[in-house]
């Protein structure tokens, strides 16, 4: 079964659970806000669910659009936020003019591709990251990089420096990692970063 499949199937499930912004973390909230606050342009909400963060950003006056893998999903963002552009896409061949955005948010969404399709996912939001644009990246945190049984379907635990280093050999600038653990729940991280700006 695909990830998108996976999702499609659990995704009423999912949008109840987690579909309002305020069954985020506030220090997620926070942390979002601010770096969406310094941008000076589009952002992208990368595999954005049912919706919840593009909204959260729109209540902030940023142009944001949302992709996602999983039709549900975007049918669900749709109706429930039909101010936003919501369509179905992919990190991997994002269907995105180069250099046309300030920001791209990737919030959980990397945790079901492979180490090998990482390097190329990056790339990708590289091409579409003005110089000098912006990445946030939460993710599961683990000791090592390996699958777990995620709910929905296996995903993967990345050591924090192990994922900087990725973003560092694809061009980015690691500004901040931020590493939590929650009672009752696996550790998260959330990693942000930069694309530099040309020296003149």
Known sequence: MTVAEAYGRRSGEYTELFGDIAAAHPDDRALVAAWAAALDGPVLDLGCGPGHWSAFLHGRGVEVSGIDLTPEFIRIARSRHPEIDFRLGDARRLDVPDASLAGVLAWFSFIHLSPGEVPTALSEIRRVLR??????????????LEPFPHAVTSAWFWPPAQLAAALQRAGFEVTHTRRRQDPGARPTAVISARLPTPCR
Request: aromatic share 14%; charged share 15%; net charge negative.
């Open 131 to 144: 110089p000098g644009g912006g990445l946030v990246l939460g993710f599961f945190e683990g000791p090592e």
